[in-house]
Every structure is written in C-alpha cells, then in structure tokens.
C-alpha cells in the first residue's frame, strides 16, 4: 500500500516560514518525480514545486524566490521551506509522487496565512 503523508502545516503570520514535509511509503522515491501542489477554496489545484528524480527543480511563478523543495531519499521524505509566506499562500498543500504511468497523491495539509 503506497502512502503519502503531508505534516507541517498550521497558521501562521504574513511573512512568516513553515516547513512542509511529505512521509512516503509503499515506494522507494528516488525513482520519482515528487511535487507539491496547493488548492484554496474555490481555487483549481496548482503547481507549487517540483523535484525530479535527477534532483533538478522547477517552481510556480506565484513561489519563485521564496520556497525550496528538496528530498531525502534515504528518508523517503520531501520538503517545502516556505519562507515570506503571504495571505495567497494559504490554501491546502498536497504532495505528489510521479513515475511515468504511476503517481500518488497525499492527503494534504492546511496553511493559513494570515496578514
């Protein structure tokens, strides 16, 4: 059974950090693609992050600048450093595990942003 377990999340202030992470199990991640991906009421899911399986990376405009992706694979685990956070942060944030025909999807975690 694959599992993806989001952690990190909560309120906090405009211009604040947080640290996400992103538990998988089931799956040895260095073969995936693993990505964060965000949803605020009322909002389509977008694209917040993304780390490759060769460790290159690749950021939604809305983030650029201001958060860092990063794995461990050793620990089967994925980070967000959010830092500079605005109120338009706020939103559920999933992770995602990608391998060709194969991808996972987290349960999300709730941040708040408030200003």
């Known amino acids: 059974q694959v599992q993806l377990v989001e952690s990190g999340g909560g309120l906090v202030q405009a211009g604040g950090s947080l640290r996400l992470s992103c538990s998988a199990s089931g799956i040895s991640i260095s073969s995936y693609d693993m990505g964060w991906y965000r949803q605020a009421p009322g909002n389509q899911r977008e694209l917040v992050a993304v780390?490759?399986?060769?460790?290159?990376?690749n950021y939604g405009d809305s983030v650029k600048g201001r958060f860092t992706i990063s794995r461990d694979n050793a620990k089967s685990t994925v980070y967000l450093q959010m830092n500079s956070l605005e109120p338009e942060d706020t939103a559920v944030y999933y992770c995602n595990a990608d391998r060709r025909i194969w991808a996972y999807w987290g349960q999300g975690t709730q941040v708040a942003v408030s200003s």
């Open positions: 780390i490759t399986s060769g460790g290159s990376t």
